[in-house]
């Protein structure tokens, strides 16, 4: 039903593949995403790399036969996206084996639904958040101003996602399995030095991404290469929040990811509409970078009030933290 209130009436001829869309892709989505959790919990991290790897490069490779056959269009990669997800869902059922195929007990239904319903508010938080500003710009500008904005979000996104996620990823289950007593210790360290990419990954990205654009997309799409400049410093503070909320999830605090999600995403749309009408769709960006900061303030007293860890404990800019990433850095070249 909000398909057509998304896309809006200049685009009523995408309402029908997007319905399909949600309508099939979702429930391969879900499978895909619920394997993935499990490997993740069980500190699997062969098959969750291995998973998380294959379904992207089965849909770069798919686009590429669609390029090289001159039969690119919305349709035809809505294909494709979904036929990514949905085969590698299958494969990692039958990797799994034939236990799902059990009917499982009303009991557990039961359980599962009341556990599953404590964490619907913080992930809907969580797509807002993440989602916002793809939301307001589908809403507010054409399709042309949708695409510029989507070719820096490719670029901004590509390196530091990576990042992002791979700290996230080990920390959370890494601190959750540390002592009580050690986990704030395991918790700094980890955004010190999670700090330390996102700086050396961003400062690159800002300065190569205008020229890096126009090479890859186009001439025509040389708009791009400002905007995400912005767009990378917002999504730095987004990967550093990220980072965050998942370590304190680690210590079983689900509370402050939440009220950091919705501060970032009040934040955001109190200041999106003046800014973008000041500075355009820049200002989509310098609202998002308003959103992060202001959750991450939050997060900051959080943690210095619930956990007395001082803000200085979290400034990965320095000698000792540089010091420790060479020499990880080193002992990974040696092996």
């Not at 790399?49 to 349709?75: E, F, H, Q, T």
């Not at 979000?153 to 050690?182: E, K, M, W, Y």
């Not at 200085?312 to 933290?321: I, N, P, Q």
């Amino acid at each position: 039903l909000s398909i057509p209130w998304l896309l809006g009436e200049k685009r009523q001829s995408l309402w029908g593949i997007a319905k399909l869309y949600l309508l099939f892709f979702i429930p391969f989505n879900f499978i895909i995403l619920t394997l993935l959790a499990i490997d993740h919990g069980k500190l699997r991290f062969s098959t969750y790399n291995l998973v998380r790897l294959l379904v992207p490069l089965i849909y770069l490779v798919g686009i590429l036969i669609l390029w090289a056959s001159g039969k690119v269009s919305v349709k035809t990669v809505v294909v494709i996206n979904f036929l990514a997800t949905a085969i590698m869902a299958i494969i990692r059922l039958f990797m799994e084996g034939f236990g799902f195929l059990s009917v499982p007990l009303l009991t557990e239904v039961k359980a599962l639904i009341k556990n599953s319903l404590g964490f619907h508010c913080a992930v809907v938080l969580t797509i807002c958040a993440t989602q916002v500003d793809k939301f307001f710009i589908l809403w507010r500008w054409d399709d042309w101003t949708m695409g510029i904005y989507m070719v820096a979000f490719t670029i901004a996104s590509s390196g530091l996602n990576v990042v992002g996620n791979t700290f996230h990823i080990v920390l959370f289950p890494s601190i959750a399995r540390t002592p009580q007593d050690q986990r704030a210790d395991k918790m700094t360290e980890g955004i010190r030095q999670a700090m330390l990419m996102i700086i050396i990954t961003m400062i690159p990205l800002m300065i190569l991404s205008p020229y890096i654009i126009p090479l890859i997309f186009g001439k025509a799409f040389q708009p791009s290469g400002v905007v995400s400049v912005y767009l990378i410093m917002a999504f730095s503070l987004m990967s550093l929040k990220n980072i965050k909320i998942r370590c304190f999830r680690g210590f079983g605090e689900g509370f402050p990811g939440a009220v950091a999600e919705l501060i970032s995403v009040i934040v955001y749309l109190v200041t999106v509409i003046p800014l973008s009408s000041k500075l355009n769709i820049v200002g989509i960006c310098v609202a998002l970078g308003f959103g992060n900061v202001s959750a991450l303030v939050y997060l900051f007293y959080y943690a210095r009030s619930k956990h007395n860890i001082p803000i200085k404990s979290w400034w990965g800019l320095e000698r000792a933290t540089v010091e420790q990433f060479y020499e990880a850095m080193k002992g990974l070249i040696n092996r």
